[in-house]
């Protein structure tokens, strides 16, 4: 058998697209409560000020505020080792730059930790998802401010003493590499804006865009270093990871021209995994910042925190692959942020995402051939559209079907010899999707009713994929029928 015995099975969620309770216990305004819903063909819009008439999806959410102590049930039930969830930084410092926490929001997650150590199932926190603090952002220009590490860090603090003994896998932040690709310019990095179409924003890469998201990246290396550190010192036991949206690029010809092309968009992608586990910056950063027009302003001592704050473990999410192409004729693929053109060789999901199981054993590889140290599948799925019947059963066997290929090409790459020690899939109880704020991009094992306009029951229901998935947790993944 080829997963290690204590392997981690689980599921994924961030708090800003399923916890909801956005004004309870004290919680700020993040930046996402300004996000409203979209669809695939229409985007999402940020707005300064909340506006009666639009709705918010983040504001209730599927409301496990209030249903953890079921939701954490459903978990335990399938067998789960690992939950991953993120903190809401706004429910601990409501604006971001206070000197004391708020009681009420630490008490919220030491009751959910406290509910997960009742069924053994082991934590991963991400520290920073999508949530910056909306103060920090209208007020101090967000990440591009140097003070945002000490922010962070007085955050990382409160929650590395707070939870000693209760959390011990902690990622800095979600998918860090969001930022150099333009996407998280709002959510990620809380650069301020005009109210607007939020999609729009990667789109373009001026000089002063990259100089923006380059520098913010810097401070947010600076942070996650520090947090390494810290986190070691408080407790020794912390084990500490970074968070990366795994690309996986093939060259679309066998034309030297389109293989150079996919090798940098695959060392674009390595880029932040570098920084964090070799602790510098990789030798291509200068030709790269040079060609962009970026010039990093860089402290004295800056070198010294990133070397002393590399990564205990590397963690990535997986959704598909693409294409690298000089040929600007061929058709474009959608994506998080793995963005190339169409393979014609894989299928692709209701939101053009491609599905390609081979491609995670592919970039397994890649990873530890160039880091080799543990790493972690923290995020993988298929957003599809469920039917609930009306005797409350779910039937989603492509789901199935899709896990199942990729459970064996980790296995694959198991027996290859890459240290896979946790696969957390994405939105392991519905959740409302990052990219288009909707609710019926569905990931679950557990459906939940709720609609694209908020409207809904919040009753759970365990979907044929809970079953599944169950089984294969039980027999460590040699039961994936
Ligand atoms: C990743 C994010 C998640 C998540 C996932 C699925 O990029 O880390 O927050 O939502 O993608 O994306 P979506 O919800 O857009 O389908």
Redo the contacts with the bound molecule.
């Keep these: 058998m080829s997963f290690p015995k204590n392997f981690y099975w689980g599921g994924a969620t961030?708090a800003n697209?399923f916890e909801g309770g956005w004004q309870e216990g004290g919680k700020g305004d993040s930046v996402c409560d300004h996000m409203t819903a979209g669809s695939v063909n229409s985007p999402r819009y940020f707005t300064n000020e909340i506006q009666k008439d639009r709705y918010y999806p983040s504001h209730n959410a599927i409301d496990f505020y209030h249903h953890y102590k079921e939701d954490i049930a459903l978990f335990a039930e399938m067998g789960f080792k690992m939950f991953r969830l993120s903190i809401n930084w706004t429910r601990i410092f409501p604006k971001g730059d206070e000197a004391e926490p708020n009681r009420e929001g630490l008490d919220f997650y030491r009751d959910v930790f406290l509910e997960l150590k009742k069924y053994d199932i082991e934590p991963l926190v991400t520290i920073s998802?999508?949530e910056i603090p909306y103060h920090l952002m209208k007020e101090y220009g967000g990440w591009l401010n140097r003070k945002c590490i000490d922010f962070y860090l007085n955050y990382c603090k409160v929650l590395f003493t707070e939870y000693k003994g209760l959390v011990k896998y902690w990622l800095t932040f979600?998918?860090i590499n969001s930022l150099q690709f333009g996407i998280g310019d709002i959510l990620s990095g809380g650069f301020p804006r005009e109210d607007g179409n939020a999609q729009e924003l990667g789109l373009t890469a001026t000089r002063e865009d990259n100089q923006k998201r380059y520098q913010g990246l810097h401070h947010q290396f600076l942070a996650s270093a520090k947090a390494v550190v810290l986190g070691h010192e408080i407790d020794p036991e912390n084990q500490v990871g970074c968070m990366v949206?795994g690309g996986c690029y093939y060259p679309y010809t066998c034309n030297p021209d389109d293989a150079l092309k996919a090798q940098r968009d695959m060392r674009m992608n390595y880029f932040c995994g570098d920084v964090q586990v070799r602790g510098a910056y990789p030798y291509f950063a200068k030709r790269m910042f040079r060609e962009m027009g970026v010039e990093l302003k860089v402290e004295e001592g800056d070198e010294e925190i990133l070397r002393q704050g590399k990564v205990d473990f590397y963690s990535f999410?997986y959704?598909m692959s693409s294409c690298s192409t000089e040929d600007p004729e061929v058709m474009r693929t959608n994506g998080?942020?793995v963005t190339g053109v169409n393979n014609p060789y894989l299928k692709s999901s209701d939101?053009g995402w491609q599905i390609d199981p081979k491609g995670l054993r592919y970039l397994l590889n890649d990873l530890y051939a160039r880091y080799q140290i543990p790493i972690m599948i923290v995020?993988n799925g298929l957003?599809a559209k469920d039917v609930l019947e009306a005797d409350g059963t779910v039937h989603d066997s492509y789901r199935q079907d899709y896990l199942r290929e990729h459970i064996r090409q980790i296995e694959e790459a198991i027996e290859d010899g890459v240290d896979v020690i946790a696969y957390t899939p994405?939105?392991c109880i519905d959740l409302i999707?990052?990219?288009?704020g909707e609710m019926k991009?569905r990931y679950g094992f557990i459906y939940v009713d709720l609609d694209n306009e908020g409207k809904g029951s919040f009753k759970r229901y365990k979907k044929d994929s809970f079953y599944w998935y169950k089984k294969v947790i039980a027999s460590n993944g040699a039961d994936l029928n």
Aim: charge should be negative; proline fraction near 0%; glycine fraction near 10%.
């Design positions: 961030a697209q998802h999508y979600n998918e949206a999410s959704y998080n942020l939101w995020e957003g994405w939105g999707s990052a990219s288009t991009k």
